[in-house]
T-cell receptor, first 107, second 115 residues
């Protein structure tokens, strides 16, 4: 069974700070996706990473896929209150989801 | 709205009743996934269907739960004889499944409450 562990589970920081959240597994994934979910809504895809070592940027968000394709990180620079939400990573092939990091950005 | 449509948004059932959750995938998508989410938790895979076929139901309880995706019409997740522990948000997602990295497009979920 492929398992994804996300850390931290909860994170609360002040607006303007930087943060990194992690997604780790003992399994190798052909690709990994990051989603953000807001209360009362379904998850929305942020990015897909496919190649080991790949780095993708989405404005203030930087996603990295580990060289061995077992782990990934999401770094947010100068966090804003609009970044608040549940961040989920999901690994192919069955799109197994981690338990998420619940991020709160305080004004 | 060409997105994934789930209905109802909220469903209240008494113990022992049946719950039917519907999901219309995005136009052109023939792959549907159902996930269950408890408060403060991530998404737990239940079942993956392609038109008229169940591809993977390894996450679905063997009893009381069933899913279908007919040739015509929405995908249905059916829960018979609901119990309090079935209370959760149920999300449907669809994809074109061109590859295993094809993104999933999620609906806004059905929140089932069993009283």
């Amino acid at each position: 069974t492929q398992l994804l562990e996300q850390s931290p589970q909860f994170l609360s920081i002040q607006e303007g700070e930087n943060l990194t959240v992690y997604c780790n597994s003992s399994s190798v994934f052909s690709s990994l996706q990051w989603y953000r979910q807001e209360p009362g809504e379904g998850p929305v895809l942020l990015v897909t990473v496919v190649t080991g070592g790949e780095v993708k940027k989405l404005k203030r968000l930087t996603f990295q896929f580990g060289d061995a394709r077992k782990d990934s990180s999401l770094h947010i620079t100068a966090a804003q209150t609009g970044d608040t939400g549940l961040y989920l990573c999901a690994g192919a092939q069955k799109l197994v989801f981690g338990q998420g990091t619940r991020l709160t950005i305080n004004p | 709205n060409a997105g994934v449509m789930q209905n109802p948004r909220h469903l209240v059932r008494r113990r022992g009743q049946e719950a039917r959750l519907r999901c219309s995938p995005m136009k052109g998508h023939s792959h549907v996934y159902w996930y269950r989410q408890l408060p403060e938790e991530g998404l737990k895979f239940m079942v993956y269907l392609q038109k008229e076929n169940i591809i993977d139901e390894s996450g679905m309880p063997k009893e009381r739960f069933s899913a279908e995706f007919p040739k015509e019409g929405p995908s249905i997740l059916r829960i018979q004889q609901v119990v309090r522990g079935d209370s959760a948000a149920y999300f449907c997602a669809s994809s074109s499944r061109v590859s295993s990295s094809s993104p999933l497009h999620f609906g806004n979920g059905t929140r089932l409450t069993v009283t």
